[in-house]
């Protein structure tokens, strides 16, 4: 460990040397040569950009509980299925409808599987699920709104084709993608990696415009800003101007946009689970466990309670580190 | 304290009980709810039963069946048969004669010419009527004298009472309707909302998908009925909901329509308000096996027709075995509870036409495990049995609904245990039951191996039903994926059957030919797999007196009698 107050005089150092760089320090080994910044950053005492993330992110207590939870429900998904080793799918029709005993720590379901096991691998899929949906609507709608926001003659086409696709109806768009692209999938793939592959690419590739419309605003503020005016000046070439100056500027808007999308994707999953067009029936997921308690949500709350949990603290937790990760990343609050 | 005073109030008016029932409208108002909405009251022009169960209290036909399945006379004067010579000898048609003095309810005359205009009007080819097949083989409607009707049919007919009979094919008044015929019909909406009838009600106001209201009909031909006033008649919610607000919170009196986890209904009727009356008439759980070959390796229009067996179904043997695999009772007592009886049979009602069948009750495994050894299935290295390196692996294709999806996770266990591997699939009902022939997830296009629905008939003779087995029914690109043989079921002594049966109208002989097609179907070829006799059911509170749960015809079809209990 460093010593705390050696840590603490390095902080400060490294804090006014931001504020007169008005950029995001970036990591030494990126850096090109002619930047003069590099020079100064070489020196064996300085930090990463990320390493400094992470010391403000620690002091986000809320992020911090949140982060702590989130690597649980992760772990309690991913290796959890190794230690409580009962089939999800595997119907005991002598256990139906069973509360919490030792044999079933969360109780059976109407027909006798193990709820333990089934939110494990309910999770799996609903956290693979909001992930990967989150990953390609974030990548998609952060490329669209910078290039749409950077280069002027891109901007009308893009942002209208925005507005298309926010029109767009969902479900239908949904279900003509399923109906074509089903079958040949699950055949190419199986059935499960199939309908996997289709249902992110489907809540992905709608549900990137908000993010689009949000990174594009602050890049349009930005690109007036002194310092890429600076940039500009100096020659920096479009794409490293885009990578090194805008990115990490509208990273926070960013994160807000994916934190949301995860849960708009393991929400988006279940309603589609409900009308028949996710995952095979046999495929449990939080969704759909909590779509079949509902009607006997009288008798057994406990079955709609609990992935109502896991759904709920994942995207609260997800949010939190959103909300944590926004405040570490962005320089003007920092330190604060 | 609001309990006591309705119990108080309820106490007074059991003295007066004698004297309340007979007197038109004095019973206040009848409150039903239907989580469905009813979205039209022309029920011409809509297949869903929402609308024609609606429909029913305003509209009649000539004759209704009863909680028994047999006719009663509704605006018939009588029930025309042989004997009474209303049923020409030849078979050729049928004359109904109406009541005297019946009147619609604007006070004009019921005449044969509304009887005929209402086949014209639905037999109009530009008009797409959606009860048309009840009008089939008519080829003319004759009006004798102003009271009298014949209905001629185009070829003899054992059995003659379709057009007119049930809730399904109503009288409307020719006065209100002539000018809504073919195209025009569905642009008519004030007439569409608001039919005039000869019914116990009229139609007060209709909101489409919503509320409707009614009255109790001034002209009604019997002069103390109905006993209530007004008819609130909400849409809209869930089967749940609905439930709860006639058996538990008590705002309604009658819920159309349940389907419930049995669980639940327990329950509810536990709180003591009302119970949930099951009728069974003619509705089965079944599994149809695909006897052609659905795979997407075949070019598109060869997928599942006759041109190609199915590689694995064709052999009755592990038809057999999948059918012995499966504990029915176990599966209807999960599905259905109280609600639903395990069957081996296609035809379960009415009584004379069924064959009690109990040999597929007992569940089998070691029986069809051995079935599948015979067949050549030697079990591999995964547990899915093997023959000729092709995998014993099919595809279950369902609607989606939680009790079908219960069903397909139990049966697929079951075969697993066989060494039969199951993928599971499910469909939007909307689609699954859909009719588009461009749509590859319909039950007719079947492009899977093994798919569950309910099949069901109208009225309470299966001969047409059974007639739907021929091979000339099979779904096909060429007839446009619309034939009602969904499970390619083909056999010339079932066709010669069918013939037999199209000559027959002894209703003993009749009942005899029932259930030897019957046999063919299931025990003897395999290519039905009935699962579950599925009772209607409907929730009815205590403070309504005099329903009678009718599983052939609409659920109101007595709703004149109906009074409150007292």
């Known amino acids: ?12 150092a490294e804090l006014i040397r931001e504020t007169a760089s008005n950029a995001p320090t970036p990591a030494a080994g990126m850096l090109p040569p002619d930047q003069p910044v590099s020079t100064v950053n070489t020196t064996p005492a300085s930090r990463s950009q990320w390493r400094d993330v992470w010391r403000q992110f620690r002091r986000h207590r809320g992020a911090m509980v949140a982060l702590v939870l989130f690597t649980g429900i992760v772990l309690f998904v991913t290796i959890g299925p190794y230690i409580w080793t009962i089939d999800a799918t595997y119907v005991d029709i002598r256990a139906r409808n069973q509360s919490f005993s030792a044999a079933h720590p969360l109780g059976t379901d109407q027909l006798g599987r193990d709820m333990l096991a089934r939110l494990m691998k309910g999770g799996q899929v609903s956290l693979a699920v909001g992930l990967t949906a989150m990953l390609i609507a974030v990548t998609l709608g952060s490329l669209i709104g910078i290039l749409s926001g950077f280069f002027r003659r891109l901007d009308a086409p893009l942002m209208r084709m925005t507005e298309l696709f926010l029109a767009l109806p969902l479900l239908p768009l949904l279900l003509l993608m399923v109906t074509l692209f089903r079958e040949p999938l699950s055949q190419a793939m199986g059935p ?37 005016l600076a940039a500009r000046s100096i020659g920096t070439p479009n794409f490293r101007m885009m990578t090194r ?19 708009t994707a393991i929400i988006t999953e279940s309603a589609l689970s409900f009308l028949g067009l996710g995952f095979p029936p046999d495929f449990p997921t939080w969704g759909r466990l909590l779509y079949d308690a509902i009607e006997q949500m009288q008798m057994y709350p406990w079955r709609v309670i609990l992935p109502g949990i896991f759904i709920s603290l994942t995207v609260l937790t997800v949010n939190y580190i959103g909300d944590g990760l926004r405040d570490a990343m962005d320089p003007r609050i920092r330190g604060r | 304290m609001n309990t006591r005073a309705l119990l108080l109030a309820g106490a007074a008016v059991t003295a007066f009980s004698s004297a309340a029932h007979a007197e038109r409208g004095a019973q206040g108002q009848l409150n039903m709810i239907f989580w469905q909405a009813p979205s039209t009251l022309n029920l011409y022009l809509s297949t869903g039963t929402k609308d024609i169960t609606a429909a029913s209290l305003v509209l009649e036909p000539l004759a209704n069946f009863d909680a028994k399945g047999d006719l009663v006379a509704k605006l018939a004067a009588e029930i025309p048969t042989l004997e009474n010579g209303g049923v020409a000898q030849d078979g050729k048609s049928i004359t109904w004669k109406l009541k005297d003095g019946v009147k619609w309810s604007d006070g004009t005359p019921l005449t044969a010419e509304d009887v005929k205009f209402t086949a014209e009007y639905c037999m109009d080819e530009s008009g797409g009527c959606a009860q048309a097949a009840k ?7 004759e009006v004798v004298d102003p009271l009298t009707v014949k209905i001629n049919f185009t070829e003899a007919r054992p059995y003659p009472y379709s057009a007119f009979v049930g809730g399904q094919a109503p009288i409307i008044q020719k006065a209100q309707f002539q000018d809504c015929t073919g195209e025009r019909a569905p642009t008519c909406t004030q007439q569409n909302f608001g039919p005039i009838g000869t019914g116990p009600f009229r139609v007060t106001a209709f909101r489409t998908n919503d509320v409707a209201t009614f009255e109790a009909n001034p002209e009604y031909r019997e002069a103390d009925k109905p006993a209530f006033a007004t008819v609130n008649l909400k849409g809209g919610g869930d089967s749940a909901g609905a439930a709860r607000a006639v058996l538990e919170t008590g705002e309604y009196d009658y819920a159309w329509n349940m389907q419930l986890a049995p669980e639940t209904m327990g329950q509810m009727v536990a709180a003591g308000r009302g119970d949930f009356p099951t009728a069974f008439g003619a509705q089965v759980e079944h599994i149809f096996l695909n006897l052609t070959d659905p795979s997407p390796q075949l070019p598109e229009g060869e997928r599942s027709t006759v041109a190609h067996p199915h590689p694995i179904l064709s052999d009755i ?40 069948t109990q040999d597929c009750m007992a569940q089998d495994i070691e029986g069809a495990k051995a079935l599948l050894d015979e067949a050549g299935w030697t079990v591999g290295g995964d547990g899915i049995r093997e023959k000729d390196g092709r995998k014993l692996q099919l595809l279950f294709q369902t609607s989606v609904n939680p009790v079908r999806q219960d069903y397909q996770a139990l049966i697929k266990q079951w075969w697993a245990e066989i060494g039969v591997g199951t993928e599971l ?6 689609v699954y039951f859909g009719t588009d022939p461009g749509s590859p997830d319909t039950i007719n296009k079947f492009y899977a191996d093994v798919e569950m629905f309910t ?13 739907e087995r021929a091979c000339s029914k099979i779904p096909a690109p060429s007839n446009q994926w619309q ?31 029932a259930k030897q097609m019957n046999a063919m179907l299931t025990t003897q070829s395999m290519a039905m797999l009935p699962l579950t006799w599925r009772g209607r059911v409907s929730a009815v509170s205590n403070s309504l007196a005099g329903f009678e749960m009718n599983p052939w015809d609409t659920e109101l079809w007595n709703v004149a009698d109906w009074t409150r209990a007292q």
């Not at chain 1, 460990?1 to 400060?12: H, L, S, V, Y």
Request: glycine content about 10%.
């Open chain 2, 317 to 356: 043997k592990v038809r057999q075995a999948l059918s012995k695999a499966i504990d029915r009772q176990l599966l209807t007592e999960i599905g259905y509870g109280e609600t639903g009886r395990a069957t081996c049979d296609v035809i379960n009602a009415p009584e004379a036409f069924a064959s009690n």
């Open chain 2, 483 to 513: 034939g009602e043989n969904t499970g390619r079921y083909c056999d010339p002594a079932y066709d010669a059957l069918i013939d037999e049966m199209g000559e027959t109208s002894d209703p003993a002989r009749r009942a005899e030919l």
């Open chain 1, 245 to 263: 100056h805008v990115l990490p500027n509208v990273l926070s808007p960013i994160m807000v946009a994916a934190t949301l999308g995860i849960a």
């Open chain 1, 192 to 228: 499960g990696l199939g309908t996997f592959l289709l249902i992110v690419t489907a809540i992905g590739a709608t549900s990137w415009m908000q993010a689009a419309r949000i990174v594009r605003g602050d890049v349009l503020g930005l690109k007036e800003r002194e310092f890429i």
């Open chain 2, 455 to 467: 099949d069901v008939y109208e009225g309470t003779d299966p001969g047409t039903f059974l007639a």
């Open chain 2, 135 to 141: 009008f089939t083989g008519i080829s003319s409607v």
């Open chain 2, 425 to 430: 699939k499910t469909v939007d009902a909307a």
């Open chain 1, 1 to 12: 460990m460093i010593d705390k107050a050696q840590e603490t005089a390095r902080n400060e």
